[in-house]
Nanobody
Framework: QVQLVESGGGLVQPGGSLRLSCAASGSIFSFSPMGWYRQAPGKERELVARIWRGGTTTYGDSVKGRFTISRDNVLNTLYLQMNGLKPEDTAVYYC?????????WGRGTLVTVSS
C-alpha cells in the first residue's frame, strides 16, 4: 500500500508562488496518471493538473499558464509549481495516484492566498 504525503502549502500573498510536493512511500513509476486536485470551502473537489508516466500533462482551465506539474520517478515525488497565485486558488490541495484501477490519495495540504 503506497502512501502519499503532501507538503509545501502555506500562506502566500496574491501574485506569489508556492511549490507543492507529494512524496510517495514506494515507487511511483507505474502510477499513471498522477495528479493534483483541490477543494475549496463549500465547493467540490476539482482537478488541478495531471501527468502521465510518459510525461503528458493536462491542466484545469483556471490554472493553465500559471501552474506546472512534474514528477520525479527516481525520488518518487510529484510536484506542483504554482505561480501567479490568486485568492481563488485558496484550497486544500490533494495528491492522487492511479494504478491498476485503484486511486491513492494523500491527506492534503492547505494553500491560502491572501494579503
Amino acid at each position: 500500500q503506497v502512501q502519499l504525503v503532501e507538503s509545501g502549502g502555506g500562506l502566500v500573498q496574491p501574485g506569489g508562488s508556492l511549490r507543492l510536493s507529494c512524496a510517495a512511500s514506494g515507487s511511483i513509476f507505474s502510477f499513471s496518471p498522477m495528479g493534483w486536485y483541490r477543494q475549496a470551502p463549500g465547493k467540490e473537489r476539482e482537478l488541478v493538473a495531471r501527468i502521465w508516466r510518459g510525461g503528458t500533462t493536462t491542466y484545469g482551465d483556471s490554472v493553465k499558464g500559471r501552474f506546472t506539474i512534474s514528477r520525479d520517478n527516481v525520488l518518487n515525488t510529484l510536484y506542483l509549481q504554482m505561480n501567479g497565485l490568486k485568492p481563488e486558488d485558496t484550497a486544500v490541495y490533494y495528491c492522487n495516484g492511479f494504478i491498476v484501477a485503484k486511486d491513492f490519495w494523500g491527506r492534503g495540504t492547505l494553500v491560502t492566498v491572501s494579503s
